[in-house]
């Protein structure tokens, strides 16, 4: 009989096919399973989240408003103490919930991830990840020891409930991508740890072109939303000279520069208890060389 534990895993879902039900099964086989999954249809069009799910599995339905809004409908919907956000295009190892529970047991204020394997080559595991350029992305580290990484991709990590709701959640951003960045970065200057847990491991399918194609100026966005609320000056800099060779630049940085930016910098410079700039030195090395 296989055992449940207090974890609510939330599942988003745009486009994604017959890949969604391939994830839940794969949670549902494992030998410890969470009491709860959150599936939420971020306005999916082909059918793939309208199934019959188990009574465990609860459905949200909306409006496509991007991966880091439909997280936090999902994390605000669930019943648990733990929430773990899974990609809709993952497979989970048998005893993957187990180390993640533990690590949140010992250390509560921390984001927690997995050693993620590549779907399509499985002699590739990575644990965390670093920045490695100035347009914050980011490339996994090998897997080794538990311990402190830079950042955890949002294809997989947990963290309790109650202080994630309370930290405010995932960024508003728009479309795709930079919220599991933002999240890392606010995470870091409020002292909190991200620890990467390789007992746990997942299997994610990368793709070179996802099933949508997504929009570049949001995109965008949400990379300058992050510079300006987190980077110091030449940081900064090399962030919006990046974002500027791309064509839709002009609409991207005239929509961040109207919205509250410098209120938000402001309070995160005050409530900083570690430096950014100690994470840049540790966990971006290579992204503002010159």
């Not at 969604?20 to 059918?47: F, K």
């Not at 994630?164 to 890392?184: N, P």
């Amino acid at each position: 009989m296989r055992s449940s534990v207090p974890v609510s895993v939330v599942v988003c879902a745009y486009q994604e096919g017959d890949r969604v039900a391939e994830t839940i099964r794969s949670v549902a086989s494992a030998s410890v399973r969470p009491r709860q999954l959150v599936l939420v249809d971020d306005g999916s069009t082909d059918g793939g989240c309208e199934r019959t799910w188990p009574p465990w599995v609860r459905t949200l339905r909306g409006d496509h408003v991007g991966v880091a809004a439909a997280r936090n409908r999902g994390a605000r919907a669930a019943d648990q103490p733990v929430l773990v956000f899974l990609d809709a295009h993952c497979a989970v190892d048998d005893r993957w919930l187990t180390p993640l529970v533990t690590a949140l047991d010992h250390t509560p204020d921390a984001l927690v991830g997995p050693a993620v394997r590549d779907a399509s080559d499985s002699r590739f595991v990575g644990c965390g990840a670093e920045l490695v350029d100035a347009l914050l992305t980011y490339r996994w580290r090998p897997a080794t020891g538990p311990g402190e990484v830079g950042l955890l991709p949002g294809g997989c990590l947990a963290v309790v409930r109650d202080r994630f709701l309370t930290e405010g959640g995932f960024a508003a951003f728009s479309g795709f991508g930079l919220e599991d960045v933002e999240l890392a970065l606010r995470w870091w200057r409020a002292g909190r740890p991200s620890l990467g847990i390789p007992e746990a491991v997942v299997t994610h399918r990368f793709r070179t072109l996802p099933p949508y194609r997504p929009e570049q100026q949001p995109w965008l966005q949400n990379i300058l939303r992050t510079g300006l609320a987190h980077l110091p000056g030449p940081h900064l800099r090399a962030t919006v000279l990046a974002c500027a060779r791309f064509s839709t630049f002009p609409g991207a940085i005239a929509t961040v520069l109207a919205e509250p930016w410098a209120a938000a910098q402001q309070r995160l410079l005050t409530t900083e208890l570690r430096p950014i700039a100690d994470y840049l030195d540790q966990w971006a090395p290579r992204a503002f060389t010159s």
